[in-house]
C-alpha cells in the first residue's frame, strides 16, 4: 500500500490541490509585484514622494509574500512556477505598461486584489478543510492586512 501523506501529514491529492492554487496565486503575485515596481519607478505628479515610497513598501511586501508561497509549495511537497512565460499565462492580473499616473497606479492596485483576494479566500477554506495549518494562517494574514490596504487605497480615490 502506497504512502497517502506527504511529508508533513497531509493529504497528498490534496496537497497537489493546494500546491496548484498556490502556483495560480503565486502567478498572480508576480505580475502585481512587477507592476508596483513599475509603478514606483515611473510615477509622476503632485504625490510623486508619497507615492513612490507607498510603491516600494508595495513591492518589497510582494516579494517577501512571493518567496513565501514558493516555500510553501514547496513544502506541501512540489514545484513552485519559477519563469514569466508561467506566470503571465496563468495569472489574471496583467501588465501594467507605461503607467505613470498616481490615480491610475492606485487603480491598477485595487484591480490586482480584486484578483488576489479570491484566490487567498479560496486557498484560506481549500486549507481550512485539509488541515493546512500553514497555509491557512498565511492566508488568513494575506487577507486581513489586503483588506486593509483595499479600504486606504480606496479612500485615496474616494471611491
Given at each position: ?25 503565486l ?46 509549495i ?83 480615490l474616494?471611491?
Amino acid at each position: 500500500m502506497t504512502n497517502k501523506l506527504n511529508q508533513i501529514g497531509l493529504d497528498k491529492q490534496v496537497s497537489s490541490s493546494l500546491a496548484n492554487k498556490l502556483n495560480e496565486l503565486l502567478a498572480n503575485y508576480q505580475l502585481f509585484y512587477m507592476n508596483a515596481r513599475g509603478f514606483h519607478w515611473n510615477i509622476k505628479g503632485e504625490k510623486f514622494f508619497e507615492l513612490h515610497l507607498k510603491f516600494e513598501e508595495l513591492y518589497n511586501d510582494s516579494l517577501i509574500k512571493i518567496d513565501e508561497i514558493a516555500e510553501r509549495i514547496l513544502t506541501l511537497g512540489f514545484v513552485p512556477l519559477h519563469t514569466y512565460g508561467d506566470y503571465t499565462e496563468l495569472s489574471k492580473i496583467k501588465a501594467a505598461k507605461n503607467v505613470s499616473s498616481g490615480n491610475k497606479a492606485i487603480q491598477e492596485i485595487l484591480n490586482g486584489y480584486e484578483v488576489l483576494l479570491p484566490l487567498e479566500r479560496e486557498l484560506l477554506e481549500m486549507s481550512g478543510v485539509s488541515n493546512d495549518e500553514g497555509t491557512n494562517a498565511l492566508m488568513s494574514d494575506y487577507i486581513r492586512e489586503q483588506e486593509k490596504l483595499i479600504w486606504m487605497y480606496s479612500a485615496y480615490l474616494n471611491q
